[in-house]
């Protein structure tokens, strides 16, 4: 089975500064991974994936996360927010193969402060 | 505009009282799935199904049931709701299990 461990429940940072969301995954086979955007009062949309290839994944809004499987890790990153990137966000992780389920974690609260 | 439609967005109940949340997806998808958050809990898996008349439990599926008659809906039954099953529900459908989910709106469900 897949575990998720977003290492920060909250980060606040201030406006145009850089920031980075830690995410580390364990699993026993190849895996997908995903990072979601919650803001407040809906649901939750994709902000990037990997499933194969290139370690560094670009997605919206000027987001971007490495794939590091040495260290089981899969880090987001911006290199400078905006008031409007508060939000809370997730990250997921899936085995390649078999049955197993979409694991999210705890989920990282990003405050962005003026 | 391709979505997951959740209903009610909001509902306040007593304990006891049979409840249900339809979530209907316009895109065809075949597998959707349930879950709940909690604070400092993130996002549960409550049941999920893969099509059609298939169903399966996921992290938490007690005091909750399912049903999956047509590929666009995929309801949420609270028999008898609880106290402990006050949350944040989210129904979320895909192609298949490496493309990305999509959400619907939420409902926040309160049981007194």
């Known amino acids: 089975a897949q575990s998720v461990t977003q290492l920060d429940s909250q980060v606040p940072v201030f406006e145009e500064a850089p920031v980075e969301l830690r995410c580390n995954y364990s699993s026993s086979v190849s895996v997908y991974l995903f990072w979601y955007v919650q803001y407040p009062n809906q649901g939750l949309q994709l902000l990037l994936k990997y499933l194969s290839g290139s370690t560094l994944v670009k997605g919206i809004n000027g987001f971007e996360a490495e794939f590091n499987k040495s260290q089981t890790s899969f880090h987001l990153r911006k290199p400078s927010v905006h008031i409007s990137d508060t939000a809370e966000y997730f990250c997921?992780?899936?085995?390649?193969?078999?049955?197993?389920?979409?694991?999210f974690g705890k989920g990282t609260r990003l405050s962005v402060i003026a | 505009e391709a979505q997951v439609t959740q209903n009610p967005r909001y509902l306040i109940t007593v304990t006891g009282k049979k409840l249900t949340v339809t979530c209907s997806q316009n895109m065809n998808h075949e597998y959707m799935s349930w879950y709940r958050q909690d604070p400092g809990l993130g996002l549960r898996q409550i049941y999920y199904s893969m099509n059609v008349e298939v169903t399966d439990k996921g992290d938490v599926p007690e005091g909750y049931k399912v049903s999956r008659k047509e590929k666009r809906n995929f309801p949420l039954i609270l028999e008898s709701p609880s106290p402990n099953q006050t949350s944040l529900y989210f129904c979320?459908?895909?192609?298949?299990?490496?493309?990305?989910?999509?959400f619907g709106n939420g409902t926040r469900l309160t049981v007194t």
């Open positions: 979320a459908s895909t192609w298949f299990r490496s493309s990305p989910l999509h």
């Open positions: 997921a992780v899936i085995g390649d193969s078999g049955n197993t389920p979409l694991v």
